[in-house]
């Protein structure tokens, strides 16, 4: 493996890791889907894994955006988390593939500008991702492949700017409903730059995915209530009787309630059924801060 664990970026991430009680664990190994790295929260057990594929074990820049990520984790942007009965709900692989898209490319308008920043170039795979996107310019998308091809065509943007805009007008020509989606995705990420905005960011992108779900499939995935997104509540939110901020809701079909954000309709937590009442949280709500809500 290249040196990444004597590089500054590496000795930042470790300490914040430390300072969160999270162990971080580097790795080389196989990676699922061929990808240069990859990264994984175990919020459980406190841990960090970062994997860098075998091909890629000398290219520190591949080490150095995977420990981007976790940064950007360990100071408090925000990150999905998936309803734990979603198995059995209308989350279905299109939903958690998008999950996945959405919290990666919003990390990336943070995380591509740093790595150069930090002085690192990962260029030689951009170039072979820009190649793939170019390469498709004349194909026909039918159906949620058309969401595909715009997550695609947002990721190489942030990736290669400039070179994508070589291709751009191309695109409008021939996929003009994808790079309509690009333009929407490419406005709901303009400010990402705190955890907040990030937030709001995300938010607005499961929207968007609802949106042209329902659109292209008439179903509905219900992703912002069956997705939690870190809550960012000021002191006087805390303050204010909960039922002010949040509501609860419930779906018959699962035993589980669900705290949404009042403010973005959003969901900000799951709370088991089986340790309080519906009716009675719902009192809850109206007896108690926000601050202690959240608490419990």
């Not at 409903?177 to 709901?188: I, N, S, V």
């Not at 509905?220 to 939690?228: I, K, N, P, S, W």
Request: with cysteine.
């Amino acid at each position: 493996m290249s040196n990444i664990t004597e590089t500054n970026i590496y000795e930042e991430v470790e300490q914040l890791a430390i300072e969160k009680g999270y162990e971080l664990v580097l790795l080389v190994g196989e990676i699922k889907e061929q990808a240069a790295g990859s990264h994984e929260v175990d919020e459980e057990n406190k841990k960090i894994k970062i994997t860098i594929n075998n091909e890629y074990k000398d290219d520190l820049s591949v080490g150095v955006h995977e420990l981007l990520h976790a940064k950007l984790f360990l100071t408090g942007f925000p990150k999905t988390r998936t309803y734990y009965h979603a198995s059995q709900t209308s989350l279905n692989s299109v939903g958690r593939r998008a999950l996945v898209e959405i919290e990666n490319i919003a990390q990336h308008t943070i995380i591509y500008p740093e790595i150069i920043n930090l002085g690192y170039s990962q260029r030689k795979l951009d170039l072979v991702y820009f190649e793939g996107v170019k390469n498709e310019i004349d194909t026909v998308f039918s159906g949620l492949n058309k969401l595909g091809r715009a997550f695609r065509l947002l990721e190489c943007y942030y990736r290669l700017p400039e070179e994508f805009a070589t291709i751009e007008k191309d695109i409008n020509e021939k996929q003009n409903a994808e790079y309509g989606l690009f333009r929407k995705m490419k406005r709901l990420l303009s400010k990402t730059g705190t955890p907040k905005e990030m937030r709001k960011a995300m938010g607005s992108m499961i929207k968007l995915v609802e949106e042209v779900v329902k659109k292209e499939t008439g179903s509905q995935l219900y992703l912002r209530y069956f997705t939690t997104l870190n809550p960012y509540f000021n002191e006087y939110q805390l303050k204010q009787k909960a039922s002010k901020i949040v509501s609860a809701i419930k779906f018959n079909e699962y035993p589980d309630i669900f705290l949404i954000n009042k403010e973005d309709d959003i969901c900000v937590t799951f709370i088991r059924g089986d340790s309080i009442s519906y009716d009675r949280y719902k009192n809850l709500l109206e007896e108690k801060t926000l601050k202690e809500i959240l608490s419990m």
